[in-house]
Each structure stands twice: as C-alpha cells, then as structure tokens.
C-alpha cells in the first residue's frame, strides 16, 4: 500500500510538474504543445493506474505482473480513447446530453481494455454492456469526478488574489496537480466501478 501510495504522488507530479514549468517559462503555443503531449502521458499512466487496481484487487488478467507494467496495451488504450472522444464530441456538439450518455457507457472501456485483453472497439462494445443498466450509478462516478475537477479550478481562482508572478505559480501549480490527481484517483474509482458492475454480471 505504501508503495502505491508513493508511486501516485510519483505519478502526479511526472504528470504536473512539467505543465507548471511551461507555464511559467515558455509562451502560450509551447505550453499548449507541452499539454498536448502531457495528455498521452495521463492517458498512459491512467492505464497504468488501472493495472494496479485490478492486480490489488486480485483481479489483474492471467499472468500478468507488475513488471509487465501495461503489457503494451497503450495503443490500443489510444485507440479507444481517440474513437469514444469523436463520439462523445459529437454528442456533445448535438445535444449535450447523448455526449454525457456515451461517456457513462464508455467509461469502463480502459479497465475492459486491461482486465480483459480486448481490441479497442471490442472494449468499447463491452464497456457498453456491462455500463447501460447502471448508468446512474455511473453517473454519481462521473459526477463526484466532475465536482473535483470543478472545485480545484474554483479555489485555483484564489491566486488572482495574490501579486504576480507569484499568482500564476500558485494557479498553475495547484490546478495542475489537483486535476492530475483526481484524473488518476478516476481511474481507480473507473476500476472499482467495472469490477462490481462485471461481479454483478457474472
């Protein structure tokens, strides 16, 4: 526990640090670009959080260990993400709610990804089924992550009270962090959620 305490602290900062930096020392496109990248690397470590969730859950795919570390699943992690992110921005642009709806059915398709070896698409369809008669227990999921991520951006705001440059540390600082952290501790509550929706179904 300790040392998975101490990898996700690891992790956040990997994945904040670096946005913190360009921010304060580069201009608005390089510190786009940096965000840019820095999303593969949250993607990836999402992944990666979800593998260790399952394997201490005792539920991580035959043979796997931690030394396998994501057994190469990331392209088609990307893969799934890149074709769930369309559809939900379609929905989004359409109706606002089908994109919420997508999301919730999507929103187990990495833990599918890793627990059960299958192809993006075949993820995807199988997130799907084991999501669309629990949405709104998914939802509270969705939502407890949304407030979070609301609610960090909210005390963010706080740093205009202080002068500058020492304001946009303090902005940059705490909301990358916060949102890396939430972003990952997601990714475990999406873990735990598709462990009990596939107990249910079983």
């Not at 890149?82 to 187990?108: C, D, H, K």
């Not at 475990?188 to 596939?198: D, G």
């Amino acid at each position: 526990m300790r040392a998975d305490a101490r990898f996700f602290a690891a992790a956040v900062l990997m994945l904040s640090l670096p946005q913190v930096a360009a921010d304060m020392l580069l201009g608005e496109r390089e510190a786009t670009g940096i965000a840019m990248i820095l999303g593969f690397a949250t993607l990836y470590v999402q992944l990666l959080v979800t593998f260790r969730t399952l394997d201490h859950a005792g539920a991580a795919p035959p043979g796997y260990t931690r030394a396998n570390a994501t057994e190469g699943r990331f392209p088609t992690a990307f893969a799934a993400s890149f074709v769930s992110g369309i559809g939900m921005l379609i929905g989004l642009i359409l109706f606002v709610v089908p994109g919420v709806i997508a999301f919730l059915l999507w929103s187990l398709t990495l833990p599918v990804i890793a627990a059960e070896r299958l192809s993006a698409m075949a993820s995807l369809r199988r997130s799907v089924a084991l999501a669309r008669a629990h949405l709104a227990t998914l939802a509270l999921v969705g939502l407890a992550i949304a407030l979070a991520i609301i609610g960090a951006l909210g005390i963010s705001l706080a740093a205009d009270l202080l002068p500058e440059p020492a304001g946009a540390l303090a902005f940059s600082l705490w909301l990358n962090l916060s949102v890396s952290a939430i972003l990952l501790f997601g990714a475990v509550a999406w873990a735990r959620a598709y462990l009990a929706l596939r107990s249910a179904a079983a």
